[in-house]
């Protein structure tokens, strides 16, 4: 089946400590993103990225960090500089269709991480 | 980048009623795409508009873009109760290479 994995689907954290929320994808699409949803906030973007090993800082970057060593795989790591990480955690992937150009997105199931 | 606002917030009808969510932007948008949510899932692509003043259609949900480009409506006719969710446009960023999602609208309908 091709689709976009997410793991795990819930996570709890201390206070203090770094954790990484896992991403694979077998599309082979090129661009990969990871947005943050509270409840009546939408979707905010925190990371993309293009193309492997490179990525850009989203609306709201600060407290995360993203690596893409492979095409497939864009793991986020929530650092203690989070103040409030507690949210849904969405990744999506997309074909990437250059600079202007829209390509549907399609997303993960996500992960629910409380902060405890 | 290129904010998309949304309006109502929340939306309850009763089944069988009709449910209009809009989307408007101050800039010209070169494109919109319309999502939905299901309680406790996750987005799913439903359209793409990207001409001036179209319209598509799929099934019960119609999709508008306005002539000027600054703004966008799903419209579902006679709601089911398998439409709940929340229900986001999204756009293109200023550099192009990521969408601005809306902050939703939450459709509950009630058999």
């Known amino acids: 089946d091709g689709g976009i994995t997410q793991s795990p689907k819930y996570l709890f954290r201390k206070e203090g400590q770094n954790v990484t929320l896992s991403c694979e994808q077998n599309l082979n699409h090129d661009a990969m993103y990871w947005y943050r949803q509270d409840p009546g906030q939408g979707l905010r973007l925190i990371y993309y990225?293009?193309?492997?090993?490179?990525?850009q800082k989203g609306d709201i970057a600060e407290g995360y960090s993203v690596s893409r060593e492979k095409k497939e795989s864009f793991p986020l790591t929530v650092t203690s500089a989070q103040k409030n990480p507690t949210a849904f955690y969405l990744c999506?992937?997309?074909?990437?269709?250059?600079?202007?150009?829209?390509?549907?997105?399609?997303f993960g199931p996500g992960t629910r991480l409380l902060v405890l | 980048g290129q904010q998309v606002m949304q309006i109502p917030q929340y939306q309850h009808v009763q089944e069988g009623e009709d449910f209009t969510t809009y989307c408007n932007s101050s800039?010209?948008?070169?494109?919109i795409q319309w999502y939905k949510q299901r309680p406790g899932g996750h987005p799913v692509f439903l359209i793409q508009?990207?001409?001036?003043?179209e319209v598509k259609k799929q099934k019960r949900l119609t999709f508008q873009f306005g002539e000027a480009k600054k703004n966008s409506s799903l419209h579902i006719t006679a709601t089911q109760t398998t439409d709940v969710g929340t229900y986001f446009c999204?756009?293109?960023?200023?550099?192009?290479?990521?969408?601005?999602f809306g902050k939703g609208t939450s459709l509950l309908v009630t058999p």
């Open positions: 508009l990207v001409k001036s003043g």
């Open positions: 800039t010209t948008l070169s494109n």
């Open positions: 999506a992937s997309s074909p990437w269709g250059g600079q202007g150009a829209t390509e549907t997105q399609y």
């Open positions: 990225s293009q193309i492997v090993n490179d990525f």
């Open positions: 999204a756009s293109n960023s200023n550099s192009g290479y990521a969408l601005n």
